[in-house]
């Protein structure tokens, strides 16, 4: 295509727009105040909880995804094992405990109360052992010396015999309380690094938290990353917000909840439906991407419009004009 003829046709689609601009000026004669600005880019950083190895992404820059969908994951295999160990050693706890309460099993009694029987059994052995040599050593039929070991023996027997018997008091009533009490807090200390250990496991599946586009992939399938450093970066889709700019003398004729009517550049002739819903209480001077150059040193006040059926015609960043329904 010629120079001339590329020439013709950028003069033809400007008289295009200035036409439908033109056109939809003429059909909202009470259209009321005109402001300027762009669809606000809202947008969120995306990344794990937890740090590893990078397994896949899911998805492609300008892909679309939706609340809850799955855009990334990590190799989770020692998150896997870490809940394993953590599972294994509540198991423990948990036995240890149910065995705190229950006490002594009755055949751990039973051999206890056996033990007793034959300690008594041997100081009765021992106390009439003692008692013959007590005599002998009377009439001096034996040394002294032998009496001697004789009540050294019946002591022994005696004390080995109230060893048996407080083993089996302390069998019958069972373990103490605070022992209970602290098996208890054992386990529920394990529960906690379970739950810990599988919310790990989980953090290691990155999801959207709403509709959106993929507007970039900063790592790839193989990467180590760091806890919360930046996988993806989207695009919201929703709600679609307008940020408008209103001079001083014209901020009394807005309010929220105010309806505006919201056209862009490609297709003026395409209105959109919108609502203030927010104003802002601080002055700032006219951004530059919205006013001309003698425009720029004026104070405006930044506007929030909601478009209330927004379809793909608007996107991120677009410049829009919005007409403030009096």
């Known amino acids: 295509m010629s120079r001339k003829a590329v020439l013709l046709l950028l003069i033809a689609l400007a008289a295009l727009g200035f036409a439908a601009r033109w056109y939809w000026n003429a059909s909202h004669p009470s ?8 669809v606000d880019i809202r947008e969120v ?3 794990f909880r937890v740090s590893g190895k990078v397994k896949e992404l899911l998805k492609q820059e300008g892909d679309s995804v939706v609340a809850g969908e799955v855009v990334a994951r990590l190799d989770d295999l020692p998150y896997r094992q870490e809940v394993q160990e953590a599972e294994a050693q509540k198991a423990s706890l948990l036995a240890r405990l149910e065995q705190l309460r229950h006490g002594y099993r009755r055949e751990e009694i039973d051999q206890a109360r056996a033990v007793l029987k034959e300690r008594e059994a041997s100081l009765a052995n021992a106390e009439r052992l003692r008692a013959r040599k007590h005599d002998l050593a009377d009439r001096r039929v034996v040394p002294a010396q032998e009496f001697d070991d004789a009540e050294a023996a019946r002591d022994e027997a005696e004390a080995r015999r109230n060893s048996a018997q407080a083993a089996l008091r302390l069998m019958e009533a069972g373990y103490r309380p605070e022992e209970i009490r602290q098996a208890e807090a054992d ?4 529960e906690a690094q379970l ?22 992939r900063a790592v790839e399938p193989g990467a180590v990353v760091a806890a919360g450093s930046t996988v993806m970066n989207l695009s919201l889709k929703n709600p679609v917000w307008i940020r ?13 909840g105010q309806k505006v009517e919201v056209v862009t550049d490609s297709q003026p002739e395409k209105p959109y439906e919108g609502q203030i819903g927010y104003i802002s209480p601080r002055a700032e001077f006219t951004p530059k991407n919205v006013e001309t150059r003698e425009l720029r040193t004026q104070l405006v006040y930044r506007l929030r419009a909601t478009i209330l059926h927004p379809d793909e015609g608007l996107r991120q960043g677009m410049p829009v004009t919005a007409r403030i329904l009096e």
Request: aromatic residues 2%; proline residues 4%.
């Open 187 to 190: 386990l529920a200390r394990a």
């Open 31 to 38: 259209s009321g105040l005109s402001l300027s600005g762009n």
């Open 195 to 216: 739950a810990s250990a599988k919310l790990r496991m989980e953090d290691a599946t990155l999801k959207a938290a709403e509709e959106a586009i993929v507007m970039t």
């Open 45 to 47: 950083n995306l990344g």
């Open 244 to 256: 408008l700019y209103v001079h001083e003398p014209d901020l009394g004729r807005i309010h929220p």
